[in-house]
């Protein structure tokens, strides 16, 4: 039986995207006595933030401004964190929009911003972090693709398109990393409940069957990383679901829903 290798996760804990709820959840399961950086692009408004990772256990929470879209500022500031907090343990890449599907169909310009926040800023933030892993020669990276992505359904295109993008360019970077030290993993989750789909449901748009919580998200994530998995479904139910979606006809498949 092949045994997986758990990755060397001493460090500090840094979230881009210091607002998100799954990137919140995922970093108070592993603080653990670690330092935090929370980077998003209102770093003074996370005071709520900073006090539940306190009270779960961080020496240190620290915010610094990070703006997704501003691409050429993200190797100054992967390079600022290691320069003032030391070696980074984890980075958990929790940003990203939803958009909204109607608007980008005719919006080219709306369309053009899910693309760049939900996929271009992803690879301009891991790459730099990568680098930066493979000098220290550990720690490990947590990427959030979604099963939007697995096979992209007509009713959310633009958004599931940047999900197959990056879930296509984590899992090459994953194999690119291999033998350095450093862990990717990679986290599927189908419908989250939480803030990034309040105003989807406020709609009238029922959440997706079995759909997660932030808190559920979360703990699988830290469950899957403690294990050196280097992929994870959650729940783990949809990996049969899509191994069969994947072969419906095309006919079928552009009816399915969001």
Do not use: C
Request: proline letters at 4%.
């Amino acid at each position: 039986m092949l045994r997986r290798r758990v990755p060397d996760t001493s460090g500090v804990v840094v979230v881009f995207g210091g607002r998100s709820e799954i990137g919140i959840e995922v970093a108070r399961r592993i603080v653990d006595g670690a330092t935090v950086v929370l980077a998003a692009r209102r770093p003074d408004d996370l005071a709520d933030q900073r006090a539940l990772l306190t009270d779960a256990g961080a020496a240190e929470v620290h915010t610094v401004a990070f703006d997704a879209d501003d691409t050429a500022s993200h190797p100054g500031l992967v390079d600022a964190i290691v320069a003032e907090h030391g070696r980074i343990g984890v980075a958990v890449i929790a940003f990203g929009i939803l958009g909204d599907q109607a608007r980008a169909e005719t919006d080219h310009a709306h369309a053009l911003q899910i693309a760049h926040t939900d996929y271009l800023a992803q690879i301009s933030v891991l790459t730099p972090l990568a680098a930066a892993m493979r000098r220290q020669g550990s720690g490990a990276l947590i990427v959030f693709s979604s099963v939007a992505g697995v096979r992209v359904r007509r009713a959310n295109y633009v958004y599931g398109s940047t999900k197959a993008g990056l879930d296509g360019f984590a899992s090459g970077l994953s194999d690119a990393l291999h033998g350095t030290g450093v862990h990717l993993l990679l986290a599927r989750p189908g419908f989250v409940v939480g803030a990034m789909t309040r105003d989807l449901m406020a709609s009238g748009v029922d959440p997706a069957p079995m759909s997660s919580t932030a808190d559920q998200v979360g703990e699988a994530v830290v469950r899957a990383l403690h294990r050196g998995r280097h992929t994870v479904w959650i729940p783990g139910a949809l990996r049969p679901v899509f191994a069969v979606m994947r072969v419906l006809p095309q006919s079928v498949w552009r009816r399915m829903p969001r």
